[in-house]
């Protein structure tokens, strides 16, 4: 029978076990983790670079893009150095305040980024669907709207959540199989009733997932309809060309989130290591793919960036020339 920590309401940390079954492996896995973490921060660092550099790309396309890379920043930023610390040093406590604050962080940039990836195809929607009314419709003030609703809106879906875990006591084996703070994975760590805690959270991913997945739908019906009736092939290349980028990403953010939300609630039968594997996986694949994905598939965006490149390579050059030691 689990011992309930009811008289001392909640433990002072939390122990983090990382990756269940697979300890003895934790360093081994870490290299694959590290480098996508590092491809991370310098693709969306670029990102957020040239956009922020370069007054050309001041448009609403890239400033919602300039919106995903901070929040995949954000997101992997929020997990993985923690997750390497588990791995390298054994460094598997996490206090109390810091496991509710990653879960807040984790929880709402995901909410964003969902509100962002639904602008995003609405965007493409106007640009295709109604180009003469674009510049009316969408300003860069109208983007930074969009984005201020869209962190409110999360911030008010998931501030309720570790509201309610503060009111809760745990049980006193406080050991949270996985590499995070997940929601329901603290949830299962309470020794009370959590009925309200799993609904309320199930609500919100339903809400959320099904309005903002249903705009996106709605919105690439539209645009490929749209789409076949053009007559130009350019045009209808480069509308397909930009499309098949956004799709791309929707599917890497989704596909995964969905999995580790199901799983979560429905997946007994997945082994944890799998499981905690997958949805470390979620915050280290969609922003390390992200920028390469925009980067093959945005003319505009790659030529800027090939612009840094020669600049880059020449400086290099130059500065060698002068030092030949």
């Known amino acids: 029978m689990t011992v309930c920590n009811a008289s001392l309401g909640h433990p002072p940390f939390f122990i983090l076990q990382g990756i269940p079954g697979m300890e003895d492996k934790h360093r081994w896995i870490s290299i694959p983790f590290c480098s996508m973490y590092f491809i991370t921060i310098l693709g969306n660092s670029t990102i957020i670079f040239i956009i922020c550099t370069e007054r050309s790309l001041h448009k609403p396309m890239f400033l919602l893009l300039c919106m995903l890379a901070l929040t995949d920043l954000g997101m992997s930023t929020t997990t993985i150095p923690k997750v390497l610390c588990i791995f390298w040093f054994r460094h598997s406590e996490i206090s109390y305040v810091g496991c509710l604050v990653q879960l807040f962080f984790i929880h709402t940039l995901s909410i964003s980024q969902s509100a962002i990836l639904t602008a995003m195809a609405f965007d493409r929607y106007v640009a295709i669907c109604e180009p003469l009314r674009y510049a009316t419709i969408l300003s860069n003030s109208r983007i930074g709207l969009i984005g201020l609703v869209g962190l409110v809106r999360a911030i008010l879906f998931i501030l309720p959540i570790p509201v309610l875990l503060q009111t809760m006591p745990f049980h006193v084996n406080h050991v949270i199989p996985t590499t995070y703070c997940e929601h329901m994975a603290v949830v299962k760590m309470v020794c009370v009733d959590t009925t309200v805690n799993r609904i309320y959270g199930l609500v919100v991913a339903l809400l959320v997932a099904g309005l903002d997945i249903s705009a996106i739908a709605s919105s690439y019906v539209l645009i490929i309809k749209a789409v076949l009736r053009l007559s130009s092939k350019e045009a209808h290349h480069k509308a397909v060309n930009t499309c ?82």
């Not at 944890?272 to 994905?293: A, D, R």
Request: without cysteine; charged residues 15%.
């Open 244 to 325: 098949t980028a956004h799709i791309a990403v929707m599917l890497l953010y989704y596909t995964p989130s969905l999995f580790s939300f199901l799983t979560h609630r429905f997946g007994r039968g997945i082994p944890p290591h799998v499981h905690t594997i997958l949805g470390n996986l979620y915050f280290l694949i969609p922003p390390m793919l992200n920028p390469i994905i925009y980067a093959v598939k945005t003319k505009e965006f790659r030529e800027k960036l090939t612009k840094y490149g020669y600049w880059m390579k020449e400086h290099i050059i130059s500065n060698h020339g002068q030092n030949p030691f």
